[in-house]
């Protein structure tokens, strides 16, 4: 880092210039090293399979992946409770409130309703995100779709019924 200052003799002119420097290696190298670490941490959150989203204490979305977009729409900005079930108010076994109330992850068994309006059966996983006092200013929330293996658990138990009811004595 340069700065420059001129020097002026009694007259008021310019007679030599000053020039202070200052190297500022580590703060660049550190600031690389923050921007590649962000656009990593950005990939990752991106690029993740499950559904993400972040959400304040007023349930509204601060910031969601691309699989959650594409699967729910752009909901920044919005209640998690509209994009994901399509309600008009919290969800009365809602995991994120829990984990704000305790600080606590937590996880739960949901059925989603996708943007084109079709069941998404998932296991949802929340923890909180503190800032550097440690409080609490909003929570994670990842979501696994598990609606292939739920659509399967159901096939098998129908199959056994079916099994029961043609061979009853085994």
Same mark, same amino acid.
């Given at each position: 880092?340069?700065?420059?200052?001129?020097?002026?003799?009694?007259?008021?002119? #310019? =007679?030599?210039v000053?020039?202070?420097?200052?190297?500022?290696?580590p703060?660049?190298?550190?600031?690389?090293?923050?921007?590649?670490?962000?656009?990593? &941490?950005?990939?990752l959150?991106?690029?993740?399979p499950?559904?993400?989203?972040?959400?304040?204490?007023?349930?509204?979305?601060?910031?969601?992946n691309?699989?959650?977009?594409? *699967?729910?729409?752009? /909901?920044?900005?919005?209640?998690?409770?509209?994009?994901?079930?399509?309600?008009?108010?919290?969800?009365?076994?809602?995991?994120?409130?829990?984990?704000?109330?305790? /600080?606590?992850?937590?996880?739960?068994?949901?059925?989603? #309703?996708?943007?084109?309006?079709?069941? =998404?059966?998932?296991?949802?996983?929340?923890?909180? #995100?503190?800032?550097?006092a440690?409080?609490?200013? *909003?929570?994670?929330?990842? *979501?696994?779709?598990v609606?292939?293996?739920?659509?399967?658990?159901?096939?098998?138990?129908?199959?056994?019924?079916?099994f029961d &009811?043609?061979?009853?004595? &085994?």
């Amino acid at each position: 880092l340069v700065r420059t200052r001129p020097l002026r003799n009694s007259s008021g002119e #310019v =007679v030599a210039v000053m020039k202070l420097f200052a190297d500022i290696t580590p703060q660049k190298e550190l600031s690389n090293r923050l921007h590649d670490t962000l656009v990593r &941490f950005h990939n990752l959150f991106d690029n993740s399979p499950s559904f993400i989203s972040v959400q304040d204490r007023s349930f509204q979305i601060v910031a969601s992946n691309r699989q959650f977009n594409e *699967s729910f729409g752009d /909901g920044v900005g919005r209640h998690c409770y509209e994009i994901y079930k399509k309600r008009q108010g919290r969800c009365p076994q809602c995991p994120v409130a829990e984990t704000f109330a305790d /600080g606590q992850q937590h996880t739960s068994e949901e059925v989603l #309703v996708d943007i084109r309006g079709r069941p =998404v059966h998932v296991l949802v996983y929340t923890a909180p #995100v503190r800032d550097a006092a440690g409080e609490i200013t *909003s929570v994670i929330e990842m *979501s696994t779709d598990v609606t292939e293996i739920h659509t399967l658990q159901n096939r098998l138990a129908e199959l056994w019924s079916l099994f029961d &009811f043609l061979m009853p004595e &085994f």
